[in-house]
């Protein structure tokens, strides 16, 4: 950098007898015999050390002003008013360039609403804060303080946050005001962030209220057409204490890490790295009020290719249910095409109240899957109005198998390809070819007549004894379906449940039609699916070969237990009937209680640590018990879990219970498999520093097929 002139002058190199001591950062002076004038004249050295003392405050000065034209240190800056250009100007310039650590004030006084019909754009990690509002703080209350602020969308993103990994102040806030829609408003706030292989950056989102009594957020009603409040990709952090209206039509949050730890895109690394449960890395919903209509708490479709591979904890939350699909869920390859599945979920410590309301009398699942593992417990369900229910706990639905997927942008129908065809190659196919024919008469839609007499005995390709069913494969039309059941010459195959069949509509079987008959064990990124081989490139290869191949995800199962509902209507804990392959006790383990947990009480009962409860009429088939560590079972099987609810120390609250699960890795062997994360999280408590997340000490137990 080139100094000024005045400045260059009054440092540039003098002949005197001072020498700068760069070691001790001082000047010192040679030593003079000279005596001082009758006048009182300073002496040689008295004037050395006087020129000497000057230039090095001159030197000083100029190092202040090369720092200001470098960076400056962070700080707290208020924007002139509320409007988005003045906030802009404080942030991205004129008025401020923000940096990293930065504290960004929105003036407010009293009650004020201001339309923004620009997105705001950040880059940097600073907090943005609505001032004249009183937040909720603690894990005592639920969704957003009194806000001052309101703005208004008339854009179709409001908070456009793109954060990137940095080792120290590494967190991107937004607070304390209300966002109602306008005109052309899509999604308020949009996380996308950068990581690099020493983390992701972190956000935190909180006391933010969508809408308000005179205006909700709803999914393609009006004028706004966003499905989600809050779209999240590769970043972790926290929402916490948000509210949304009465009378919402909207998911809250898209959970993604299509870059995890800044490599690749879809969720690919995110697929290919081991669980994260109980650990920072994930995205955390905790301590909301929300008023979900229709639409979930937290699910993952979005525009394609922004979806993929997301990670998260939803936990402490109060929700309205207004015959609500799921609290928690996230769409599989059979729906967005090459983006990856949602690769985990713990939900925990929610209280969700089905009402009887604008959309119906029906809540379905605490959560779904259609893809990935997760924990599921300690979860309340309740119900308003008048025939109001809960259907189930949970709903599985692996869909390829049953007949979806995209073959032209994404993976196909599973259970049908060799090894190596472009459909199906990333499954973990058996190999085999039961049998090969032609389609002859009779055949139409979903019931097909083979051409000759293979002489099958009944239902001999239907419900085998290890639940991977068979499939037709429709080499001619390129579909793939399960088979329902079979007569000699005859079979059934099962309808694809959205029609999406490889970019068709339905599945049809015609005369003609040459088929094979097939059986997949494993369904790329299916329930309870875990980490496998890293995939890459579009359309989408092994990243190790740069050719199709299986993956050979590692079985990864489901666990819950404790959750408590009114009668469940379905009569059924874990719905399987859109995952045929997934089984009690292999791809999930459940205290099966339908809504009424029964805690255990001594080592044998109710869970006696085998595959079975005791408890009701007679004995259930389960695999999770839950009680004091002292009432475990002293003998167990292989993968069933208990949750020793006096362990643990991760509840900081100051209220509600510990808690820790253990897994029986071999026969009668206990190992510590899972304790949830420190609650509440430390960007909320105010003890988080803003670092790289530490690696997760908590790991699920993987057990491989």
């Given amino acids: 950098m080139n100094l000024p002139p005045a400045l260059f002058w009054m440092l540039r190199p003098k002949a005197d007898n001072g020498s700068f001591d760069r070691q001790r950062g001082s000047w010192s002076g040679k030593q003079s015999t000279q005596a001082a004038s009758s006048h009182n004249q300073p002496t040689y050295q008295e004037r050395s050390i006087l020129r000497n003392s000057f230039r090095a405050g001159l030197i000083a000065l100029a190092a202040s002003f090369l720092s200001a034209g470098m960076a400056h240190a962070q700080g707290t800056f208020t924007a002139a008013s509320s409007n988005e250009s003045d906030v802009n100007a404080v942030i991205n310039g004129p008025t401020h360039k923000a940096v990293n650590g930065d504290t960004i004030q929105i003036p407010c ?12 754009t950040v880059s940097a990690s600073i907090t943005i804060t609505a001032l004249g509002a009183t937040p909720n703080t603690g894990a005592s209350t639920f969704g957003a ?3 001052c602020l309101t703005i208004t969308s008339a854009t179709g993103i409001l908070f456009e946050l793109d954060p990137t990994y940095s080792a120290s102040s590494n967190v991107i806030t937004l607070q304390n005001m209300t966002l109602v829609p306008g005109s052309g408003a899509y ?59 009465t009378g919402s039509h909207v998911a809250f949050i898209s959970v993604n890490l299509t870059a995890y730890l800044g490599v690749g895109q879809y969720g690919d690394n995110s697929w290919a790295q081991p669980d994260s449960f109980g650990g920072a890395n994930n995205v955390f919903v905790e301590n909301n009020q929300l008023y979900q209509g229709l639409w979930p708490l937290l699910e993952n479709e979005q525009t394609f290719p922004n979806i993929g591979g997301g990670r998260a904890v939803v936990r402490f939350n109060h929700t309205t249910m207004d015959g609500t699909f799921f609290l928690t869920g996230g769409h599989g390859l059979e729906t967005d095409g090459r983006p990856r599945s949602m690769r985990q979920v713990e939900s925990y410590g929610n209280l969700m109240n089905c009402i009887n309301g604008t959309v119906g009398n029906q809540c379905y699942d605490f959560a779904s899957f259609r893809g990935g593992t997760g924990f ?24 390829r198998i049953m007949g979806d997927g995209f073959a032209t942008d994404g993976f196909g ?26 389609m002859g008469g009779g055949t139409s839609g979903t019931s097909i007549v083979d051409s000759g007499s293979p002489g099958w005995t009944s239902n001999q390709w239907s419900n085998p004894s290890d639940g991977y069913p068979y499939s037709i494969w429709d080499t001619t039309q390129g579909w793939v379906s399960i088979i329902q059941s079979n007569g000699s010459n005859s079979l059934s195959v099962s309808q694809s449940p959205h029609g999406y069949v490889n970019g068709g509509t339905a599945i049809s079987a015609a005369s003609g039609d040459s088929y094979m008959i097939r059986r997949s064990k494993s369904c790329l990124d299916g329930v309870a699916r875990g980490p496998g081989a890293l995939l890459s490139g579009y359309p989408a290869v092994l990243n190790s070969s740069g050719a199709p191949g299986p993956a050979n995800e590692v079985l990864d199962p489901i666990y819950e237990w404790d959750d408590a509902a009114p009668a469940i209507t379905g009569g059924i804990e874990i719905n399987t009937s859109y995952s045929p392959p997934a089984q009690a006790n292999r791809e999930f383990f459940t205290d099966n209680a339908l809504g009424s947990p029964h805690v255990q009480t001594s080592p044998t009962s109710p869970f006696n640590g ?3 409860c005791n408890y009701g009429s007679g004995g259930y088939s ?6 004091t560590l002292a009432d475990r079972p002293t003998s167990c099987t292989t993968g069933v ?28 062997t206990w190992t510590l498999a899972y304790t949830p994360y420190i609650y509440p999280h430390p960007l909320v408590s105010g003890t988080g520093s803003g670092a790289n997340p530490p690696p997760p000490l908590n790991l699920s137990g993987t057990v491989v097929q």
């Fill in 622 to 627: 389960c695999g999770v018990g839950f009680g």
């Fill in 376 to 399: 599921i417990f300690g979860n309340t369900g309740t119900v308003t109005g008048s025939g109001t229910n809960w259907k189930e706990v949970i709903g599985l639905a692996t869909y």
């Fill in 187 to 245: 999604t308020p706030i949009h996380v996308s962030g950068t990581g690099t292989a020493s983390g992701m950056p972190l956000f935190r989102i909180d006391n933010v209220a969508f809408g308000n009594s005179s205006s909700q957020w709803a999914y393609g009603t009006g004028s706004n057409t966003g499905e989600f409040l809050i779209i999240a990709n590769n970043a972790f952090g926290v929402t916490d204490h948000n509210s949304s209206a």
């Fill in 145 to 147: 303080g009194t806000n």
């Fill in 610 to 612: 085998s595959t079975t």
């Fill in 109 to 120: 006084s009293g009650t004020q609403s201001v339309t923004w019909t620009s997105t705001l």
């Fill in 641 to 668: 879990g208990y949750f020793a609810t006096d362990q643990g120390n991760w509840n900081q609250s100051g209220s509600g219970g510990q808690g820790q699960l253990f897994e029986c890795a071999s026969t009668n």
């Fill in 413 to 438: 129908s599973c259970g049908g390809a060799a090894s190596g065809n472009a459909y199906g190659a990333f499954d973990q196919n058996d190999g085999t070819s039961y049998y090969s024919g032609t």
